[in-house]
């Protein structure tokens, strides 16, 4: 029997994480979120529990890719091309997969490899579909990402930007859709991860544990409750939770009509100037946040507001290292913003 995950309106505190989760929730294309803090501080469940939060997905049945029937001919996968190609594809629904990747984990796990048992038994060279492959059009969550070997969080990262899979081994060559959203925790004093990859996250957000004394009773008592009768916990939460999944879905069909001004977009190009980030992918991913979190909202114009909320998730983690300042890069970012738009939004 599959455990019931918590109801993520029933999780206390964990703002930041929260929002980034939501507004990746929204577009997925933002390049996902890394959770870096504390350890017990429920960054595993707050993903579980907006990935159940969310609505089952359609597949085309049979598919080992979980394919969209409703996605255009480039989006399938080779045998559901060909599949479509007799007439309309037959679906059924899923949940929403949350694929977890294990430190110790090899490459052709990942990727998918050679189905050793097949090519014994009958002699047929045959693809043994990997954690990619699971996780397309849901969420693949490593937890202790800064302790993954660096080939594999390479590899990793350059297939959510690409959101396909192509792999060339043991005689095999195949390609298969894998997009999804990429989620990563770990515990900096274990190690931190490299520049180059922290700016492929789309954002990034601290998690601690609560240091207000109110906050930690109620995050003890509503788990103790949850876990003696989850069933009963959970029901008492099924409203909230069907509210956000509509929120969530009015924002996903909104998206394309939230307007963003030029004033908007010089905003987040002045503030990144200021903080000095490298690049563009601080303004675009900013940018996008933002537009997310407008229509999360229901609104139909980005303002200031929304970028002063996205924007240290989405510029934290992009900032160069400064050995006269060794203040946080929250403390940064939250100065840089004071310093440019002051109280304004």
Not at 62 to 70: A, K, Y
Not at 113 to 134: C, N, S, T, V
Not at 189 to 198: A, H, K, V
Not at 302 to 317: G, M
């Amino acid at each position: 029997m599959t455990r019931k995950p918590f109801p993520f309106t029933a999780i206390v505190g964990q703002e930041s994480l929260k929002l980034a989760l939501l507004v990746s929730a929204v577009d997925p294309s933002l390049g996902g979120v890394l959770a870096f803090g504390d350890r017990g501080t429920g960054k595993s469940t707050t993903v579980r529990a907006l990935a159940a939060l969310l609505p089952n997905m359609k597949v085309v049945e049979g598919c080992r890719f979980n394919c969209d029937p409703e996605a255009g001919e480039a989006q399938l996968c080779e045998e559901c091309r060909k599949r479509s190609a007799g007439g309309k594809l037959k679906s059924r629904s899923v949940p929403l997969p949350v694929v977890d990747l294990p430190l110790g984990t090899t490459e052709d796990r990942i990727v998918g490899a050679l189905d050793i048992e097949r090519a014994l038994l009958k002699g047929e060279k045959a693809f043994e579909p990997g954690l990619l492959a699971r996780a397309h059009r849901g969420f693949l969550y490593i937890d202790e990402v800064n302790l993954l070997e660096d080939h594999l969080v390479d590899l990793l990262l350059d297939v959510a930007a690409s959101g396909e899979n192509l792999v060339e081994r043991e005689g095999l060559s195949l390609r298969h859709p894998a997009r999804f959203v990429l989620i990563g925790s770990g515990n900096p004093e274990e190690g931190e991860l490299r520049p180059q990859l922290l700016d492929r996250f789309g954002l990034s957000v601290e998690v601690r544990t609560p240091d207000d004394l109110k906050t930690r009773i109620e995050i003890v008592k509503r788990r103790d409750a949850f876990e003696r009768d989850p069933e009963a916990f959970s029901a008492k939460w099924k409203s909230r939770e069907g509210k956000l999944r509509r929120q969530i879905l009015k924002g996903r069909e909104a998206l394309s009509e939230v307007a963003v001004s030029d004033a908007m977009l010089e905003s987040c190009a002045k503030l990144c100037m200021t903080l000095g980030t490298d690049g563009l992918r601080g303004e675009l991913t900013m940018m996008r946040a933002a537009r997310a979190a407008a229509a999360l909202e229901g609104q139909k114009e980005v303002t200031l507001a929304h970028l002063k909320k996205l924007a240290v998730p989405a510029l934290s983690h992009r900032l160069r290292r400064n050995p006269l300042d060794d203040s946080g890069s929250l403390a940064r970012v939250e100065r840089a913003l004071e310093e440019c738009f002051g109280h304004e939004g």
